[in-house]
């Protein structure tokens, strides 16, 4: 489901059952994957691999040429620098600021993001 204010690249792909909300904007060359939720006004940049079961929380933005792993939550208003790899079922808490690469199973928080909890299981 993409919402009429939700803009996406020509040259970007969204997987079945992925919800883009109010005023989110997805660039060129970009993967979103299945049954990801990219919740009003956030922000996906261009060359960006997102897989599937993700949550983007309102206002975050993610820049260039990321990878997002599988059940990866990004909360409300973080940041995730280009280039950055954030491993599966990892959380980034509200306003996390990610300017280096992310495990798998871990909770980041803070500017910038350091990991407050390893091998989480569920957000």
């Given amino acids: 489901m993409i919402h009429p204010s939700a803009r996406i690249s020509s040259t970007s792909s969204v997987g079945e059952g992925t919800i883009l909300s109010v005023n989110t ?7 979103v994957g299945r049954h990801v939720r990219v919740n009003r ?18 206002g975050a933005a993610i820049a260039s040429s990321c990878r997002i792993g599988e059940g990866t939550y990004i909360g409300i208003g973080a940041k995730v620098r280009d280039g950055i790899s954030i491993g599966p079922h990892a959380l980034a808490g509200a306003g996390a600021v990610i300017i280096r690469d992310i495990p798998g199973k871990v909770r980041v928080v803070g500017v910038p993001a350091r990991i407050a909890k390893e091998h989480i299981s569920e957000h």
């Fill in 25 to 31: 904007v997805v660039a060129s060359y970009t993967q």
């Fill in 41 to 58: 006004g956030a922000l996906i940049g261009h060359h960006n691999h997102i897989e599937d079961h993700v949550t983007i929380g309102p």
